[in-house]
């Protein structure tokens, strides 16, 4: 019996291509369904823009901190939702490391734009401009980023 199928698996032609075709379409579609929304950009984008905020603007008030603690509770909820409709997610271990430096990258630079305008006793509405700026920049950055990254998932 056992010689049976394994003349049975000699005989059977199989294609390299075309097996790793199928392994090819396979990668793409797990990233297809890993992929992250695009709502999720504009959300950072605002995180962001209201982490400036909260932090040129309020910086010596009692209000900051929460606000801050606010806006991380926030990108967790963000997180979630984005796990729920995706179905999976990717640990944050499995990031290159060029994610994790500009990740660090769109989301300090403006906060301590922020900071360093608020210490410096510039006018609010400079404040203002750095938070608009910096939250586009950030969910638009982010969103390069993300599909850069996408692109390295599907060909090895």
Do not use: C, K, Q
Not at 42 to 65: H, N, P
Not at 86 to 102: E, F, I, L, N, R
Not at 141 to 154: F, P
């Amino acid at each position: 019996m056992e010689s049976d199928s394994l003349s049975n698996m000699e005989n059977e032609s199989t294609h390299p291509a075309g097996e790793l075709d199928a392994i090819a379409e396979a990668r793409a579609a797990i990233v297809r369904r890993s992929r992250t929304p695009r709502w999720y950009f504009a959300v950072v984008g605002v995180l962001i823009a209201l982490l400036v905020l909260t932090i040129g603007l309020g910086m010596g008030t009692w209000w900051y901190l929460p606000a801050i603690f606010a806006v991380l509770v926030i990108e967790g909820v963000v997180i979630a939702a984005h796990r729920r409709v995706t179905g999976t997610s990717v640990p944050g271990s499995a990031w290159p490391v060029w994610v994790w430096v500009g990740a660090a990258i769109l989301a300090v630079l403006p906060v301590l734009t922020g900071v360093a305008l608020r210490m410096g006793g510039a006018p609010d509405w400079t404040i203002v401009a750095v938070a608009v700026v910096g939250g586009l920049t950030a969910g638009f950055g982010a969103a390069v980023m993300n599909r850069r990254w996408e692109a390295t998932r599907v060909t090895p």
